[in-house]
């Protein structure tokens, strides 16, 4: 069975400083994998999708997200927090064979401080 | 195009009653799903429509159940509410081909 585990429920950062976010899933076929944001009283928004191509994937608002089979892991990284940022961010995987339903992680809360 | 979205926005129910959650996705998809999320649980999946037929589901009692209608637009119902049934239900769709799913706003249902 497929499933996604962040680790760290919440991350705080200085404005300016990494991004890191980690997830790690579980599959037993190449996986497809996408990051999500919510921001309060919202919905998700897609971040960015792995899909079998490049291992490194760019997304939106400077996001990034590297593949690593071996590690299973795809780890979203932003090399510059900015305020806007903080926000509650899911890792999901999607289950094979399973046409739309998603497995998310438990998401982890970004705060973002001056 | 216009997004996913959702009516109504918000919804206080009492427990018993039943509730019918709209869902309009984006133009030309023909793919719906649901999620329900809460600060226990998380998101979790409900079930997903394509042309009218529910082709998932997700662990859910019989209380939640769902529709597609010809034009795409998807209801779901819950039966006898549970103060546990208080969530973020987050419709989203998908385009046929594709494999990303854009979410709606989502109906915030509170059961008292």
């Known amino acids: 069975a497929q499933s996604v585990t962040q680790l760290g429920s919440h991350v705080s950062v200085s404005e300016g400083a990494l991004v890191l976010l980690r997830c790690n899933y579980s599959?037993?076929?190449?996986?497809?994998l996408f990051w999500y944001v919510q921001y309060p009283n919202q919905g998700l928004q897609l971040l960015l999708k792995y899909t079998s191509a490049a291992t490194l994937v760019k997304g939106i608002n400077g996001f990034e997200a590297e593949f690593k089979k071996s590690e299973t892991s795809f780890h979203l990284t932003k090399p510059s927090a900015h305020m806007s940022d903080a926000a509650e961010y899911f890792c999901a995987v999607r289950v094979s064979g399973g046409y739309n339903k998603l497995i998310f992680g438990a998401g982890t809360r970004l705060a973002v401080h001056p | 195009k216009a997004g996913v979205t959702q009516t109504p926005r918000y919804l206080i129910k009492t427990r018993g009653q039943q509730v019918t959650l709209s869902c309009s996705p984006i133009s030309g998809h023909r793919s719906v799903s649901w999620y329900q999320q809460t600060p226990g649980q998380g998101l979790q999946f409900l079930f997903e429509y394509f042309s009218e037929t529910q082709r998932n589901k997700g662990n859910f009692p019989g209380r939640f159940s769902g529709r597609q209608f010809s034009n795409s637009r998807s209801e779901m119902n819950v039966s006898t509410l549970e103060l546990g049934d208080s969530a973020l239900y987050l419709c989203a769709s998908r385009d046929r081909d594709q494999e990303t799913q854009y979410f709606g706003p989502g109906t915030r249902l509170l059961v008292l």
């Open positions: 599959s037993s076929v190449p996986p497809y």
